[in-house]
């Protein structure tokens, strides 16, 4: 699947008061995507198991004030991604491992979009140059059918998406981590 640059065109499509639920991995990612939804109702999400401590969590989800934006916080769960992964501990970053925690947490993006009755659904993980905007796309799609609410395909880094949300968590003193979240990845980087 050829993934199109969807971003220009967020401005001229977008009906006013169509409600997006945003899975939001971390408040910088935020800022390189945010900007680039306007028009639509934003449903933050925070949901992601993946962060290795709760201390972490928390510091990630607390960022958000920052942007003044609140999102929906789940529970930190992480049993829930040690369960997922588990076989694939030592997957290199990128592969499938990651993947899997990817679309673990786009399903679960998916599942509360049907919950609170958005019209559709994304997530910011796509701004992240690190992060395979085909894959997500092709994980939102499947999980669109699955649950009945539309996906909203994305590749937020394209554009200098992810140079945004560096600079403007710098301007803001948000603080911004060195990996995604897992032990796993954090032993790599």
């Known amino acids: 699947m050829q993934c199109i640059d969807y971003n220009r065109q967020f401005r001229a499509v977008v009906p006013q008061g169509r409600k997006l639920l945003l899975h939001v991995c971390c408040a910088p990612c935020s800022c390189g995507v945010l900007p680039r939804l306007e028009g639509y109702e934003i449903l933050p999400y925070f949901y992601n198991p993946n962060i290795d401590t709760r201390r972490e969590y928390d510091l990630r989800a607390a960022q958000f004030a ?8 789940e529970i930190y769960r992480h049993g829930e991604f040690t369960a997922a992964v588990e ?9 499938a491992r990651c993947r899997v925690c990817i679309a673990q947490r786009l399903e679960r993006a998916a599942q509360k979009a049907k919950e609170v009755g958005a019209d559709l659904f994304c997530s910011t993980l796509s701004v992240s140059p690190h992060k395979d905007a085909d894959f997500i796309n092709r994980t939102g799609q499947a999980l669109a059918q699955k649950y009945g609410v539309p996906f909203l395909p994305n590749d937020f880094k ?3 998406g992810f140079l945004l949300s560096a600079r403007v968590s710098k301007e803001k003193d948000i603080y911004r981590q060195d990996y995604c979240g897992c032990e796993f990845a954090k032993k790599a980087y």
């Open 87 to 95: 076989g694939l501990e030592n997957e290199p970053e990128g592969g």
């Open 158 to 160: 394209k554009e200098n």
């Open 66 to 73: 920052k942007l003044g934006v609140q999102p929906m916080i």
